[in-house]
C-alpha cells in the first residue's frame, strides 16, 4: 500500500507519490525566532519530523527544507525595544530553537534565513510588477492585487468574489476571512531595519519570503508544503497567488496542515498561564523522550489536548519499550527459535507500517508495538522467547524507533542542559525540585562506575556483547562516556 495523505487542497485523503521518481521535495514553514518556541509549534515540527522519517523509511530520498523566519513585525519592534540589531536579536532564539528541536530528537532541515535572501526576494517583487501582479504604494511598499489572481481562496476554500479591489492589509497576520492586497515588501518606519534594494529600501512581507526561498531550494513546483492550520490562511494562501502566478505552474502539490493543539482543553495563551515551552516542560522534571512521545501519540489531524496526566502516561510508555529493550539486550534465554514469537515481530512491522500508510496514524502503530511488547512479555515470563527471536523483536523496535525515536536514552545529559540554562539565564526560581532530584539519582560516584566497567568487561570476555552494549547505554544514559580501545575500557563523564 502506497502512503495516503489528507491533502488541503483537494480536501481529502489522497494517495502521495512524488513528482520525481523516488525524491520528495518537501518545505515546512519553520519558526520566527523572536522567543523560545512553545510546545504548540513543536506538536507541528514533531508531525512534519514523523512524516520525514516515515518518508525515508519508505524508501524515498527527502529533500526537507525549512526557514527561519528573523525578520517580521514583531522582530523588528523587540529588537528596537532592546536597542540590537535584528540579527543580533533572533541569533540568541534560533540557537535556542535548534537546541529545542535536537533535544526533542526533531531531524534537522536544510535551514534557510529569510535575511540571507533579501536581494532575492527585491528580484520576486520587481518580476510580480513586470506581470502587473502587484504594484508600488506612495510610501514605497509593494502589495500583491489579489483581484489579478481568480483561484485565491482555493486552499482555505473561502469565497472572495465579493471582496474589494485594492484594499489593503500590511500586517503579516490578519483576520480569517479578510481577502486583502497583502504586503509583499515593506517600506521603512522611522527606526525600522530596511534593505537597500533595486525596488526600493525596505523589507520583505512575511509571505513572501517562503515562496522565494522555497523555490529557490525546490523548484517551481516541489511535492509538498507543511505547517500548523493556522497558517492556511493567509499565508499559505498569499504563498500559492505569489508562486503561481509569477511561473504559471502549480507551486506545492500537497498540503500538509498539522491541528492545533490544546492545553488542558484550552487554547495556549500566556494570559491563561497554560503556555509552555519545551523549557517549562523539562524544569519541571519531565523527560524530552516524554514530550516527544506525547506530541507524537495523537495524528496530526486530530485535536491533541496536552494535560500533565498525559505526558506522566508518556513517560510510562516510553520506559516500558526502554525496559523491553534492555530485556531484549540483557537476557539469557534458551536455544532456539520461536515461530510465533518471529510471527508476531513481523505482523507488528506489517501493522506498524500500514498505520503510518494511512495519513500518518501515530496512535494504532504505537498500539501495535505495545501488543507486541504485552505478548512477547508473557512469552518471556514462560520461557518461550528463545535466543533466535530476540534479533526479530530488536528489528521490530528498531523500525518503530526510526519514526519516533525515543529508546535512546540521553534524557538526562539534555535535562541537565536545560538546568545550566536556566542557572545562566538567572532562571533559578524556575527549577523544580523534580529536576534536581530526577538529575541527582543518576549521578554516579566514581567507584560505581568502576563496577559497571568491570561488569562489562567480563561480559566481553564471555563475548556476550548484548550485555557489553546494555551495560554501555547504561552509563551514557547517566552521562558516561565509553570508549572501547585497542588497550582496554575507559570511559569519561560528558
Ligand atoms: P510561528 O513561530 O508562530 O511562525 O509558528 C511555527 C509553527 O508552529 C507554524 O507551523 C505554526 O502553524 C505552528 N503552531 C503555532 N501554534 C501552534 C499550536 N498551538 N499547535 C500546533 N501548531 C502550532
Ligand atoms: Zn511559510
Known sequence: MPLRLFNTMSAQVEEFRPLRGT??????????????????????FVAVDLLRRFLRQSGYTIHHVMNITDVD?????????????VNQYTAKYEKAFLEDAAMIAIEQPTLVRATDHIPEMA????????????????????????????????????????????ARVDVDEYEKDSARDFALWKAPKPGEASWDTPVGPGRPGWHLECSVMSMEQLGESFDLHAGGEDLIFPHHENEIAQSESLTG????????????????????????????????LVLKGYKPSSIRYLLASVPYRHQLNFTFHGLQQAAVSVDRLRNFRLRLSAGNFADGCNEQIEKLARETIERMRSALEDDLNTAQAQAAIFEMVRQANTAFDSGAVKRGDVPALLDALAKFDEIFAVLQDDDLPKMKQVLEWARSEGGEKDISQELL????????????????IREMKAARAARDFNKSDAIRAYLFERGILVEITKDGIRWRRK
Request: aromatic share 14%; glycine share 8%; net charge neutral.
Open 123 to 166: 528580484e520576486f517583487v520587481a518580476r510580480l510588477v513586470e506581470k502587473g501582479m502587484a504594484y508600488r504604494t506612495e510610501d514605497g511598499s509593494y502589495y500583491f492585487r489579489i483581484a489579478k489572481f481568480p483561484r485565491y481562496g482555493k486552499l482555505s476554500k473561502k469565497d472572495f468574489s465579493s471582496m474589494l479591489d485594492g
Open 73 to 85: 513585525d514583531k522582530i523588528i519592534r523587540n529588537s528596537a525595544r532592546d536597542g540590537v540589531t
Open 437 to 452: 532530584d530526577a538529575l541527582q539519582s543518576a549521578e554516579l560516584s566514581d567507584a560505581e562506575v568502576e563496577t559497571k
Open 249 to 280: 505552474k502549480p507551486f506545492a502539490h500537497f498540503w500538509f496542515h498539522a491541528r492545533f493543539l490544546l492545553v488542558e482543553d484550552e487554547k495556549m495563551s500566556k494570559s491563561l498561564g497554560n503556555f509552555f515551552t519545551l523549557r517549562d
Open 23 to 44: 525524491e520528495v521535495r518537501m518545505y515546512a514553514c519553520g519558526p520566527t525566532v523572536y522567543d523560545y518556541g512553545h510546545i504548540g509549534n513543536f506538536r507541528t
